[in-house]
């Protein structure tokens, strides 16, 4: 009852410090004309490549306004405010911001005024000439007026222009977004403009994020999980050590069963009981092991898990290769099977190319690993004629010994039922019941 307690305040924890990290934790870097250098703040236009267009910035209120004038002369005219973030060769870490918030207005001549939204990053590799162009450019590009102010973008969506690296082969590693040394803010007119006098306003910008980052506080999280699951195994390691040495004593107990069951049958584990073509227990066999042993140390098999297996496509091998080839894989398959089992384990040949294998004092979950196991190891034999062998698994357990031999049998049914499932679903495959 303690450990559940524990156990749920240490979730109730974790998740009141996950939303504390994503709404309480915030920070904002908010750039306007009451806290942005002035000089930092210009119009750019399209004179540079031979325009015409004309573009000039004055501050307004908390914001800056850009009135841009867009004449012929230039194929693609253009003006834009430019705002500088940072100097140009440190530039400014967005890395440790999630999204930004703009309070943009635009109009102009078009029925849809768009803006195009820049974020300019620097890398020597290739802006060492400091020249602007040279600086990749990461856009997004919408219309103003379809959106209530503010409008904010995860930075993630800003993605490199394709113009730019078109003019710009990157190797690999610089290929995609960069946002580590962001020189520039730039608002912009769209790509293709009327002429006319367009105007740009921003109120605002705010870039926003975590003052942890979210990876690096999950991180602390997971080790805060580790660290309890570890005292918790420790405690549970004290815990059970009284029930492993219990468990170690009913494992001696049951292998002197085994021996005390070895000395009586004796002379009667004859050819009546044991298949002849492999050497293992027949199904008369098995029946008759589990009745001495359930007689002389019944408490002490349960859980028993019961694994049925079942050679896959085996009437192909005998119609294709003979019924010598057939029953060399019989026997190669049960001596397989009896040399990676434990000792206390029954191994039975059930009929044709069906096996039956009953393991004391074994959960399902257990059993369902030793089946596993076994199946790959049969898939890496070395088979008569180059064959590639596989077997199909049922797994079940029978839980209590108060049930008896009932509860044995309907274990055997249910793994019977869980390997024709198992062949079913493709074979070569355990299935648990």
Known sequence: MILRRLLLLLLLSTLLALYANANWMQRTLRIDSLTHREDWVA????????????????????????????QPGYEWPFCAMQIQLAELEQGLDLTQFDSVRLWIRASGPEPKQYVRVFLRHYDPAYAGSGKEADLKPHEVVY??????????????????????VQNHPLP?????????????????????VQPGLHK?????????????????F????????????GAFLFWDWRRSRRKLNQALRGKRELKQANARLQAISGEYEAKAHHDALTGVSNRLGLQHDLRLLMRAQEELMFPLAVVFTDIDHFKFINDSLGHDAGDEVLRQFAQCLKTHIQREDLLARWGGEEFVLLMPLTTAEEAF????????????????????????????????????????????????QAMYKAKRDGRNRVVLA
Request: aromatic share 8%.
């Open 43 to 70: 119009a750019v236009n399209d004179r540079a490549e031979g325009g015409n267009s004309v573009g000039r910035v004055e501050r307004s209120g908390s914001g800056w306004i850009l009135h841009c004038d867009i």
């Open 172 to 192: 690999v590693h610089l290929l995609g977004p960069q946002l580590d040394r962001t020189v520039y803010l730039t608002l912009t007119t769209p790509g293709t």
């Open 200 to 216: 740009i306003e921003l109120e605002a910008a705010e870039f926003v994020g975590v003052w942890i980052a979210p990876a690096q």
């Open 143 to 164: 219309d103003p007026a379809a959106q209530d102010l503010p409008v904010e973008f995860r930075l993630e969506q800003f993605m490199v222009a394709s113009w730019w």
């Open 369 to 416: 690993e030793v089946a596993e196991r076994l199946r790959k190891l049969l898939a890496e034999q070395s088979w008569p004629s180059g064959l590639k062998v596989s077997a199909s698994f049922g797994v079940a357990q029978a839980r209590r010994h108060s049930d008896g031999e009932a509860g044995v049998e309907a274990a055997m049914r249910a793994a019977d």
């Open 218 to 229: 999950r991180l602390a999280i997971i080790a805060v999980w580790v660290f309890s699951m």
